[in-house]
């Protein structure tokens, strides 16, 4: 089954990078979809980025333009990077990865969290101003 471990949260001033990591194993599928999502106390889960096996990308409008989603197949890992952060990027981040021929693509995979069935125990975000 697929298995996700995220990695890289950290605590940052406002305008600062970070580059967060996730990596993937078990597929069974050559088709997939990774996305990152984020969640503070009291919010809803928010999707942020996404990418699938067919070189799909999408990101949230909110980090469109700073955030840049990619994948490193060699080392089965996505990375997040995000530059210049802002307070509101503060969150729990977390990875999902979905598979099958039948299975999301990166165009809904934002509004679809619930769709994911492999996720990973999150890496905390923060950044201060």
């Known amino acids: 089954r697929v298995q996700v471990v995220e990695s890289g949260g950290d605590s940052v001033q406002a305008g600062g990078s970070l580059r967060l990591s996730c990596v993937v194993s078990?597929?069974?599928?050559?088709?997939?979809?990774v996305a990152w999502f984020r969640q503070v106390p009291g919010k809803e889960r928010e999707g942020v980025a996404a990418?699938?096996?067919?070189?799909?990308?999408n990101y949230a409008d909110s980090v469109q333009g700073r955030f840049t989603i990619s994948e490193d197949n060699s080392k089965n890992t996505v990375y997040l990077q995000m530059n210049s952060l802002k307070p509101e990027d503060s969150g729990m981040y977390y990875c999902?990865?979905?598979?099958?021929?039948?299975?999301?693509?990166?165009?809904?995979?934002?509004?679809?969290?619930?769709?994911?069935?492999?996720w990973g125990q999150g890496t905390q975000v923060t950044v201060s101003s």
């Open positions: 990418l699938d096996s067919g070189g799909g990308i």
């Open positions: 078990g597929y069974t599928y050559a088709s997939y979809c």
């Open positions: 999902a990865a979905d598979e099958g021929p039948w299975g999301l693509i990166a165009s809904r995979a934002l509004g679809a969290s619930a769709d994911f069935a492999a």
